[in-house]
């Protein structure tokens, strides 16, 4: 009658999944961050290697260049719909009802842009395989 409380769910995660949540794009069970997002001071702070598999997450030197580009369309996409909010929302300000919130904001948005561009651009362009098996040896 306990067997519910036995039942082991699937963890395996899509790699979409593991994108948003930021994990390692070979096991996807270790976070490539070290503190949570909510740790604004902290959110450059990223583990050399995979907690859980130990992959070098930066796969060849000077790999996170690369990331800036990421950055650069989410940063293109967040002030494009920024823009629109402002537009419709708000009745098509004066020009200063532009250039006083599009910054705020943009400057606001860039831990998540790090960290998600970093996070993208591992797992689009680093080219590193899923092991799901390196996962389920320690979790
Ligand atoms: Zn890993």
């Known amino acids: 009658m306990k067997d519910y409380q036995n039942i082991q769910f699937d963890s395996e995660r899509s790699r979409f999944q593991a994108i948003a949540e930021m994990r390692c794009p070979q096991c ?16 450059d702070d990223m583990h050399q290697n995979c907690p859980v598999c130990n992959l070098h997450f930066e796969v060849e030197p000077g790999f996170w260049y690369g990331a800036m580009f990421v950055s650069y369309a989410f940063s293109i996409l ?3 719909i920024l823009g629109l909010i402002i537009y419709w929302g708000f ?10 919130p599009i ?8 831990p998540f842009n790090f960290r998600m561009s970093r996070s993208v651009f591992l797992h689009l362009f680093g080219f590193v395989k899923y092991k799901p098996e390196l996962g389920k040896l320690v979790a």
């Open 28 to 43: 996807r069970q270790g976070k490539m961050f070290k503190y949570s997002n909510w740790r604004i001071d902290k959110f």
């Open 78 to 80: 967040i002030l494009g």
């Open 91 to 100: 009745g098509d300000p004066s020009i200063m009802g532009y250039i006083i």
């Open 103 to 110: 910054p705020i904001v943009s400057l606001l948005a860039v």
